[in-house]
C-alpha cells in the first residue's frame, strides 16, 4: 500500500479515508471506537467528519477515540464546516463569524488544538467566495488550521476559489471532495482535469453509491429500515432501477475476481485517475473490514472496460448532486 499525495499538502495519506458520518448516527460509541481503532490499526491514515455529523456527536466520538487511544498526531485529521441548517437567513454558515466559531467548536469537540484539513461543506450562493476564503485564511494564520479544502463544489466555483485566493494572497483550497461513484461519473467531464491541472486532492464520497453497489436495495420499492435511504429519506432518489441494475452486473464481475459487489465498487473508486483516497463510512466493524480488504487491490484492465461499459465515462444513472444545492439535474 503506497500512500499517496494530499494535493499540494505536502501531506501523504493512506489510499481510504475513514468517514465518520455514522458515529453518533446510528453506530454506538463504542462501536465507533472500535471502528477507529481496527483503521488506524488495518493502515488507514486520514479521517474525515464535519460539524453537522450526528448534530456534533461525530466530532465527540473521534476526538475521544484519538484521545484514548493516543494516536492524533499519526493521522490526517478532516471536518467540515458550511452545511447550511436552521432556519436561519442564507448566507449564515459561510459567513465568518459562524466558520470561526464552529471550528473552535470542533477543535473542543475533537479534542486537538489544529484541524489538518478544514473543508468547507457545500457552496453559497449568496455569499462572496471572497468573504468565506479570508474566513479559511483567518484560521489558517491563527494555527487552527494546517489547510483549506472544499466540498461537493461545482467545477466553475473551484476554479473561482483559487483564482480569488490567489489574487488576495489567501489560504488556498488544497482537496475537492465530490461525489463519485460508478452511477455517478459526471464529475470526470471537468471537476477532475481541473484538479489534476491545479494539482488538488480528491476525497470521493458515497464510492458504494449509498449502498446500492453493495446490493442492498432489491428494487426502488423495497427500501431495507436499517439502510441510509430509509433513514435519510432525501436520499431515496438516488435509488434508481437503473442503479440496481449497474449493482446486479458489478456484483457478477465481483464473483469472477474473488471480491464483494462493495469492494470491486470500492477498487474502481480509489483506483480510477486523480483519486487521492475515496471516503468509506462503515456502520459497523464488519463493514470496516470489508473495506481494508482492498487496500492492496488493484482494479484490472479487464474489470475496469466492463464498469466503463456499464456506465460510460462522464455519465450517470443516478444523481448523487441531489441534496447540492446547486445541481439541478434529476436522473430517474
Same mark, same amino acid.
Given at each position: 500500500?503506497?500512500?499517496?499525495?494530499?494535493?499540494?499538502?505536502?501531506?501523504?495519506?493512506?489510499?481510504?479515508?475513514?468517514?465518520?458520518?455514522? /458515529?453518533?448516527?446510528?453506530?454506538?460509541?463504542?462501536?465507533?471506537?472500535?471502528?477507529?481503532?481496527?483503521?488506524?490499526?488495518?493502515?488507514?491514515?486520514?479521517?474525515?467528519?464535519?460539524?453537522?455529523?450526528?448534530?456534533?456527536?461525530?466530532?465527540?466520538? +473521534?476526538?475521544?477515540?484519538?484521545?484514548?487511544?493516543?494516536?492524533?498526531?499519526?493521522?490526517?485529521?478532516?471536518?467540515?464546516?458550511?452545511?447550511?441548517?436552521?432556519?436561519?437567513?442564507?448566507?449564515?454558515?459561510?459567513?465568518?463569524?459562524?466558520? +470561526?466559531?464552529?471550528?473552535?467548536?470542533?477543535?473542543?469537540?475533537?479534542?486537538?488544538?489544529?484541524?489538518?484539513?478544514?473543508?468547507?461543506?457545500?457552496?453559497?450562493?449568496?455569499?462572496?467566495?471572497?468573504?468565506?476564503?479570508?474566513? /479559511?485564511?483567518?484560521?489558517?494564520?491563527?494555527?487552527?488550521?494546517?489547510?483549506?479544502?472544499?466540498?461537493?463544489?461545482?467545477?466553475?466555483?473551484?476554479?473561482?476559489?483559487?483564482?480569488?485566493?490567489?489574487?488576495?494572497?489567501?489560504?488556498?483550497?488544497?482537496?475537492?471532495?465530490?461525489?463519485?461513484?460508478?452511477?455517478?461519473?459526471? +464529475?470526470?467531464?471537468?471537476?477532475?482535469?481541473?484538479?489534476?491541472?491545479?494539482?488538488?486532492?480528491?476525497?470521493?464520497?458515497?464510492?458504494?453509491?449509498?449502498?446500492?453497489?453493495?446490493?442492498?436495495?432489491?428494487?426502488?420499492?423495497?427500501?431495507?429500515?436499517?439502510?441510509?435511504?430509509?433513514?435519510?429519506?432525501?436520499?431515496?432518489?438516488? +435509488?434508481?432501477?437503473?442503479?440496481?441494475?449497474?449493482?446486479?452486473?458489478?456484483?457478477?464481475?465481483?464473483?469472477?475476481?474473488?471480491?464483494?459487489?462493495?469492494?470491486?465498487?470500492?477498487?474502481?473508486?480509489?483506483?480510477?485517475?486523480?483519486?487521492?483516497?475515496?471516503?468509506?463510512?462503515?456502520?459497523?466493524?464488519?463493514?470496516?473490514?470489508?473495506?481494508?480488504?482492498?487496500?492492496?487491490?488493484?482494479?484490472?484492465?479487464?474489470?475496469?472496460?466492463?464498469?466503463?461499459?456499464?456506465?460510460?465515462?462522464?455519465?450517470?444513472?443516478?444523481? /448523487?448532486?441531489?441534496?447540492?444545492?446547486?445541481?439541478?439535474?434529476?436522473?430517474?
Amino acid at each position: 500500500m503506497e500512500p499517496r499525495a494530499l494535493g499540494p499538502t505536502g501531506l501523504r495519506v493512506s489510499p481510504l479515508c475513514l468517514g465518520a458520518m455514522n /458515529f453518533g448516527d446510528p453506530t454506538e460509541p463504542a462501536e465507533s471506537a472500535r471502528i477507529i481503532d481496527a483503521a488506524l490499526a488495518g493502515g488507514i491514515t486520514m479521517i474525515d467528519t464535519a460539524d453537522v455529523y450526528a448534530g456534533g456527536r461525530s466530532e465527540e466520538l +473521534v476526538g475521544d477515540a484519538l484521545a484514548a487511544n493516543g494516536r492524533r498526531d499519526d493521522i490526517v485529521l478532516a471536518t467540515k464546516v458550511g452545511m447550511p441548517r436552521s432556519d436561519a437567513p442564507p448566507g449564515t454558515w459561510h459567513r465568518r463569524d459562524h466558520i +470561526v466559531q464552529s471550528c473552535d467548536t470542533s477543535l473542543r469537540r475533537l479534542r486537538t488544538d489544529h484541524i489538518d484539513l478544514y473543508q468547507l461543506h457545500r457552496p453559497s450562493s449568496v455569499v462572496p467566495q471572497a468573504e468565506t476564503l479570508a474566513a /479559511f485564511d483567518e484560521l489558517v494564520q491563527a494555527g487552527k488550521v494546517r489547510h483549506v479544502g472544499c466540498s461537493t463544489h461545482p467545477a466553475w466555483m473551484v476554479m473561482e476559489a483559487l483564482a480569488v485566493a490567489a489574487r488576495d494572497g489567501r489560504a488556498s483550497y488544497a482537496t475537492e471532495q465530490p461525489p463519485y461513484n460508478l452511477l455517478d461519473r459526471r +464529475v470526470e467531464n471537468e471537476l477532475l482535469p481541473l484538479c489534476r491541472a491545479h494539482g488538488l486532492g480528491v476525497l470521493p464520497w458515497s464510492p458504494l453509491g449509498g449502498g446500492v453497489l453493495a446490493g442492498r436495495y432489491p428494487d426502488t420499492e423495497h427500501i431495507p429500515e436499517d439502510s441510509r435511504a430509509a433513514r435519510r429519506p432525501q436520499l431515496r432518489a438516488r +435509488v434508481t432501477a437503473r442503479g440496481i441494475e449497474v449493482a446486479r452486473q458489478l456484483a457478477a464481475l465481483a464473483r469472477d475476481r474473488g471480491l464483494t459487489p462493495s469492494q470491486l465498487a470500492l477498487v474502481w473508486v480509489k483506483d480510477q485517475p486523480d483519486v487521492t483516497a475515496p471516503i468509506v463510512g462503515p456502520r459497523t466493524l464488519g463493514q470496516l473490514e470489508e473495506a481494508l480488504g482492498v487496500l492492496d487491490v488493484a482494479l484490472d484492465d479487464d474489470a475496469r472496460a466492463a464498469c466503463d461499459e456499464l456506465v460510460h465515462p462522464g455519465n450517470a444513472v443516478a444523481d /448523487f448532486y441531489n441534496t447540492s444545492g446547486w445541481m439541478r439535474e434529476r436522473i430517474v
